[in-house]
C-alpha cells in the first residue's frame, strides 16, 4: 500500500486530519496498550504478542469481535474525533476529524482506529479480505 492510498482513505472521510508527532505516535499507541494490551501484560511481562499490536485479539488475551460482526459493530460507532495510528511507521499517524469512519479493510496493512477516550477500537489486519480480522473491541470487555 502506498502513503497516497492510505491519504485517500482518511480524506474520503470528510473532515480533516492531522499528522501527529513520533513521539506522540508512541505515546498513544501505549495509551491503547495499557488498555487493549493489560492483560497479556499482566500474564507475560509483554506489550506485544509478536509483532503485532492486533495478535492481543487473535490470540484470545483481549475479547473482540472479529469480521463482519466486528465491521457491523464499527459501522454502528459516530464519526467524529478520531485516532487512526498504522502499526508501519513509513505511515502517519493522524488525528481525524470526520464525518464518516475510515474504512482500511482493503489496504492489507496494520492499522488501529479508536477516539481519543479509548472506549472502543477498531483493529484492521494485513490479513484482510478474507483473512484475520478485523477486530472490534470496547474498554468495558477489558474489565
Excluded at 472521510?13 to 513520533?22: A, H, M, N
Excluded at 503485532?52 to 459493530?73: C, E, I, M
Excluded at 495510528?85 to 482500511?104: C, K, N, Q
Excluded at 482493503?106 to 477498531?122: E, K, N
Aim: net charge negative.
Amino acid at each position: 500500500m502506498s502513503t497516497a492510498d492510505y491519504i485517500e482513505v482518511l480524506s474520503r472521510c470528510g473532515g480533516s486530519f492531522q499528522e501527529l508527532p513520533r513521539r506522540e505516535r508512541w505515546r498513544l499507541m501505549q495509551a491503547w496498550r495499557d488498555v487493549y494490551a493489560a492483560s497479556l501484560h499482566a500474564q507475560t511481562g509483554a506489550w506485544k504478542r509478536g509483532e503485532l499490536d492486533w495478535h492481543v485479539f487473535s490470540f484470545g488475551h483481549a475479547h473482540a469481535l472479529r469480521g463482519s460482526k466486528a465491521q457491523h459493530a464499527y459501522a454502528l460507532e459516530p464519526p467524529g474525533a478520531l485516532l487512526v495510528i498504522p502499526e508501519s511507521e513509513a505511515l502517519p499517524a493522524v488525528r481525524l476529524e470526520g464525518e464518516g469512519l475510515p474504512d482500511f479493510s482493503l489496504l492489507r496493512q496494520d492499522l488501529y482506529v479508536w477516539p481519543p477516550d479509548l472506549a472502543w477500537t477498531m483493529a484492521f489486519t494485513h490479513e484482510l479480505p478474507g483473512g484475520n480480522g478485523p477486530y472490534f473491541s470496547r474498554r468495558e470487555w477489558m474489565d
